[in-house]
């Protein structure tokens, strides 16, 4: 089983930028792939992105491309998240979660260990 420890959620207005950070731990070998995902107030938790922890394939919502950028540090089993051009919709719970898919998916059935969520807020 794989512990994922999330941080770097907090305030930010809307226009400015936000790092989130997700640390992996334990059966780090299980997992192929990260993903975040994020579930605003009274909605269904949504993909964000993925990225692979080999190879250079990354994957974005439409929501949220071109905005959020995740990258990784595979030498500290660490996924990013930088987020900029933050906008009110933004706000959310973000979750961050591995998956033994080779290819990363945007259902979150297909994911297998979650962090325990950190929360975004961005004020208008």
């Known amino acids: 089983q794989v512990q994922l420890v999330e941080s770097g959620g907090g305030l930010v207005q809307a226009g400015g930028s936000l790092r989130l950070s997700c640390a992996a731990s334990g059966r780090t070998f299980s997992s192929n792939a990260m993903g975040w995902f994020r579930q605003g107030p009274g909605k269904e938790r949504e993909f964000v992105a993925a990225?692979?922890?080999?190879?250079?394939?990354?994957y974005f919502a439409d929501s949220v491309r071109g905005r959020f950028t995740i990258s990784r540090d595979s030498a500290k089993n660490t996924v990013f998240l930088q987020m900029h051009s933050l906008k009110p919709e933004d706000t959310a719970v973000y979750y961050c979660?591995?998956?033994?898919?080779?290819?990363?998916?945007?259902?979150?059935?297909?994911?297998?260990?979650w962090g325990q969520g950190t929360q975004v807020t961005v004020s208008s």
């Open positions: 979660a591995t998956t033994k898919d080779i290819l990363p998916s945007t259902n979150t059935r297909r994911y297998d260990a």
């Open positions: 990225i692979r922890w080999s190879g250079d394939s990354t």
